[in-house]
């Protein structure tokens, strides 16, 4: 469309958006990626995480016996790093450029699923910034838990130790919890599965029920770990191992 | 708050696509069921300002009047809606009108949106020609498939969908829901599903169906009422399944 008034300057003026680009380019790909990646495999992972860490309500015994039979499964570090690290890291990281290159309008339009779609970020960002720090204490240093399984709860107890941690503990739980449960909607919804308004509405409430089932077990477990008498680490082994290596 | 005798509006001014933006007050009589519209229509007859400075009428555009044609959406009090259909008795006063932030301003609250309409040839929002000769009478639709597309062709083009999208803008390009909700349509249609294959391949490229964050702003500001997230989910999954297809036939 032409546009009428006077042909001052021509410079800076408003493009507007550019029309779809049929056909063309790969942010597709890479967006359903994105989007995948969310369910599988780092849905799954976090389906068995907290399996994994609900253990520690059966007492320290059976939390190493988990542990010990996790970092027993063969090309284990293989498996961390092609199913749970690299994955997160896409993930994470084309999620803050999805997040960049959203216009968040929740002000003028201050709808549940605008909220929603702000949470989304919100949740995943905080999650981003709790993994690598959990990651940081639990894995990567101080006694290596993959080779001393029977030190996991002790090591998650010491941490323990400092109210701020378990309140960003806690915080991490909840944000992850939500951030997957709402992300199985969102998968649902983009994917075609749940087409219609009152499956979508269905589906919703199964969501609810699996944000609070993840919160429900996450804090069972916190509260495991801070009710059971501090256990001691194996002695003679100090931090500061190689972490790739078993 | 003005005398409620009064209506205030503060109107977004722009002389030229390149001009800088202002900020114009007007002061009309109130009477019963006046619109944006019909407000600007008496601003256009006596273009003076609240302070009784004389001004040029302020440019909008619109046509029918009656929510059907499209042209007049702007943003009344900061949301995307339809003037003519916007009651000045249900507006918080002054009534704040802007021109839709995403589209390039042609003058005050007329913006150009064309965008949507190179949207809808980019996915083939059409029925093709389907011989060059009289085939008789063409396949007919099944009651259930007219129920579904009737709502769907009430789109009237206004882009309010478009501009209430968080994921409408200049980073993503995204299509936006109406051009994926004609698809949906165009798709239904039996003449028109010969390019099918076509019209989801196309909103698989950049800026298409993907960028769509699932905020569902676009159903709740559209002024038909055209149910856009399922538009959203069901070509979304038509498109899942021929990407998918596409891994194995091609
Ligand atoms: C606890 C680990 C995580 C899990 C299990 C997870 C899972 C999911 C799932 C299932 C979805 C839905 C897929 C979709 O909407 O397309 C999703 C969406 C999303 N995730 Fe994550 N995610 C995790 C971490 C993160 C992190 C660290 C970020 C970084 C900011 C992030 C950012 C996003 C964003 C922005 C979306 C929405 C995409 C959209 O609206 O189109 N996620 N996530
Ligand atoms: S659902 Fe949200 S992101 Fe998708 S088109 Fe509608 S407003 Fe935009
Ligand atoms: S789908 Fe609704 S909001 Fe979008 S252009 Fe059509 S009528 Fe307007
Ligand atoms: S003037 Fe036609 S929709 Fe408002």
């Known amino acids: 469309m032409s546009a009428t008034a006077s042909p001052s300057a021509p410079f800076d003026v408003d493009e507007g958006v550019s029309p779809l680009r049929a056909g063309q380019g790969h942010s597709f790909l890479l967006r359903r990626i994105h989007s995948l990646s969310g369910i599988i495999p780092v849905g799954a992972f976090l389906v068995e995480h907290f399996i994994s860490n609900a253990f520690a309500t059966r007492g320290p015994g059976a939390y190493a016996k988990q542990v010990e039979l996790l970092s027993g499964f063969p090309f284990v570090v293989g498996l961390e790093l092609f199913g749970i690290w690299l994955p997160i890291l896409y993930h994470a990281l084309y999620g803050f450029y999805i997040w960049y290159r959203g216009e968040s309008n929740v002000a003028e339009y201050p709808w549940t699923g605008n909220w929603m779609y702000n949470s989304q970020r919100w949740t995943g960002a905080i999650a981003f910034f709790y993994m690598v720090w959990h990651t940081w204490h639990l894995r990567f240093s101080g006694i290596h838990i993959l080779s001393h399984p029977a030190s996991a709860f002790g090591k998650v107890q010491l941490e323990f130790q400092n109210p701020l941690a378990v309140a960003f503990y806690a915080l991490g739980i909840f944000c992850a919890s939500w951030h997957f449960a709402y992300g199985l909607w969102l998968f649902a919804a983009k994917w075609g599965i749940t087409t219609g308004d009152a499956a979508r509405r269905r589906f919703g409430y199964v969501c609810f029920a699996v944000g609070l089932l993840f919160m429900l077990v996450g804090a069972v477990t916190m509260y495991s770990f801070l009710s059971t008498p501090l256990q001691r680490l194996e002695p003679g082994v100090s931090g500061a191992e190689s972490f790739v290596m078993k | ?250």
């Not at chain 2, 977004?12 to 109130?30: D, N, V």
């Not at chain 2, 440019?59 to 702007?74: P, Q, R, V």
């Not at chain 2, 010969?194 to 905020?215: P, V, W």
């Open chain 2, 1 to 250: 708050m003005g005398n409620s005798k009064t209506v205030r509006f503060k109107i977004k001014r722009q002389a030229s696509p390149a001009a800088k933006s202002y900020w114009e007050e007007f002061e009309l009589p109130r009477h019963s069921g006046m619109n944006v519209i019909s407000s600007l229509m008496e601003i256009a007859g006596n273009p003076v300002t609240r302070d009784g400075r004389t001004t040029t009428p302020v440019t909008y555009d619109s046509n029918c009047l009656e929510e059907i044609c499209g042209s007049c959406a702007m943003l009344i009090n900061g949301k995307a809606r339809m003037a003519c259909s916007a009651l000045v008795d249900k507006l918080d006063q002054p009534i704040r009108l802007e021109p839709f932030s995403k589209f390039p301003v042609v003058r005050d609250l007329a913006v150009d949106r064309s965008v949507l309409f190179e949207n809808l040839k980019a996915v083939k929002a059409w029925v093709p020609i389907d011989g060059s000769y009289d085939l008789g009478p063409g396949p007919r639709l099944t009651m259930q498939d007219q129920e579904a597309a009737y709502p769907l062709s009430r789109c009237i083009s206004c882009c309010c969908c478009m501009e209430a999208c968080p994921q409408f803008n200049e980073e993503t390009n995204f299509v936006g829901a109406a051009a994926i909700s004609q698809v949906r349509l165009f798709n239904t249609h039996p003449t028109g599903s010969a390019l099918k294959r076509e019209r989801l391949s196309a909103l698989m490229g950049d800026g298409g169906i993907h960028e769509c964050g699932y905020a569902q702003n676009c159903v709740e500001v559209c002024p038909k009422d055209i149910p856009l997230t399922r538009s959203i989910a069901e070509v979304g999954g038509a498109v899942m399944k021929q990407a998918i297809g596409d891994l194995f036939r091609k």
